[in-house]
């Protein structure tokens, strides 16, 4: 079955236009909360931490960010010199203490093409940093100097603090600043000559990834929730060899893991997927797991479910793959809200997925709904029914 992915990759894990949207996503099945709080397309996604994200543009007054915050120009003409800047604060407003971080989101972007036809990005040419500061920065001078120890090149889905940071209940973070600037050192290769398209970012924002802390105790110890998800951003790679071993909630728009070309992944943690829309807000996604190009993945285990998908747009695809790209399972659980999409590959395509292993909430792998040849068991594996749930075992 087509996935509903049109433009895949033009947004994430979150974050489209340059208004700040509110979702909450309460009384999810996880025993371990999370929160995200982000900015333009500014979306604050909840578990059941609660955490809530300020902004300024003068350091003296602070207005909680809402659906029509805008915090960055999406039009901005962006030139050598030319700087950005919002200061934040990160504030729990919740009863358990937790830990977040700061990064970019998936944004989107007009292409430029300069005087030697060179076509390009604009985000190739742009630096970003943060610097806590207790006062508004006098000029671009000011701004570009203090983040001068963190400052990195622009890039999708990327860490911009420079670690997580614990927050107590109650309490909210020291005022930082986010600084984004085109260096003077940049010359006619972003110039660009085309009249009728600037290039330009669209939907940029910053994404606060909240989790809970390990700090308050029950009656044995603090270590109840140290398997709380402590990566909060989609993983996503073209080539190389990768593994995941730590537990992950992050956007599932186009998935929470993202396979492409010759990448390799090997999974062996619980990965939810929190159902994002994209940039019309009309359709979204909650994906665990996407493969495409020649890609391949391996799942030995971990917990993989859906976050957040609205009863007007259940239909979303768990595990999924495409172009020639193969999913290996051998082990894990797999629910899906829509069971017959729990594992899925696009019509037309050469991708399959094998499953060698695996529990499955009302879906049974050795008889898919979706399309012949896409899903199959390995010769030597049978399903045996428990329930809702579908095993596959060794003969």
Same mark, same amino acid.
């Given at each position: 079955?087509?996935?509903?992915? @049109? !433009? ?31 900015? @333009?397309? &500014? ?14 543009? $003068? ?16 039009? @901005? ?30 944004? $989107? ?12 990005? +604009? ?6 940093? %943060?610097?806590? %500061?207790? &006062? ?10 203090? +983040? ?39 010359? &006619?290769?972003? &110039? ?21 802390? %390990? ?28 593994? +995941? ?32 829309? $994209?940039?019309?807000? !009309? ?15 391996? +799942? ?41 999409? %729990? ?25 898919? !709904? ?26």
């Amino acid at each position: 079955m087509n996935n509903k992915r @049109a !433009t895949k990759r033009a947004l994430l894990t979150s974050v489209m236009a340059l208004a700040m949207c509110v979702v909450m996503l309460v009384g999810t099945t996880f025993a371990w909360f999370t929160d995200t709080a982000s900015t @333009a397309v &500014n979306k604050i996604q909840a578990g059941n931490l609660d955490v809530k994200l300020m902004y300024s543009t $003068d350091m003296q007054t602070w207005t909680e960010a809402t659906e029509q915050t805008k915090l960055f120009d999406d039009n @901005a003409l962006w030139e050598p010199g030319y700087t950005q800047v919002v200061y934040l604060k990160v504030v729990n407003a919740g009863n358990l203490a937790l830990k977040y971080e700061v990064s970019t989101n998936s944004y $989107d972007m007009e292409r430029g093409k300069n005087a030697a036809g060179e076509l390009f990005y +604009i985000d190739k040419f742009l630096r970003i940093g %943060t610097a806590t %500061t207790e &006062n508004a920065f006098n000029g671009r001078s000011d701004a570009i100097a203090a +983040i001068a120890g963190s400052e990195k090149n622009m890039g999708k889905e990327m860490q911009i603090s420079d670690d997580w940071a614990v927050l107590d209940p109650k309490a909210e973070s020291k005022p930082f600043a986010v600084v984004i600037y085109m260096p003077t050192t940049v010359g &006619n290769e972003a &110039n660009n000559v085309q009249s009728w398209r600037h290039p330009s970012l669209k939907g940029f924002g910053l994404v606060v990834n909240a989790t809970q802390a %390990t700090m308050e105790s029950d009656s044995f110890d603090n270590t109840y929730d140290e398997k709380a998800a402590t990566v909060l951003a989609a993983e996503s790679a073209s080539s190389g060899t990768h593994e +995941i071993t730590q537990n992950m909630q992050a956007n599932g728009r186009f998935g929470a893991v993202q396979a492409e070309r010759t990448a390799q992944y090997t999974i062996n943690a619980d990965v939810y997927a929190v159902y994002t829309k $994209d940039a019309s807000g !009309t359709t979204g996604g909650a994906m665990a797991v996407c493969a495409d190009g020649s890609s391949k993945v391996i +799942i030995n285990g971990g917990d993989f479910r859906q976050v957040g998908v609205p009863a007007d747009d259940p239909v979303c695809d768990l595990i999924y793959a495409l172009g020639n790209a193969t999913i290996e399972i051998n082990g894990g659980t797999f629910k899906a809200v829509t069971p017959a999409n %729990t594992l899925n590959c696009k019509d037309g395509s050469n991708a399959k997925i094998t499953v060698k292993g695996g529990s499955f909430y009302k879906y049974d792998p050795s008889n898919p !709904t979706m399309g012949a040849n896409e899903v199959v068991v390995a010769a030597g594996y049978h399903v045996v029914q428990d329930g809702d749930w579908f095993k596959v075992v060794a003969d």
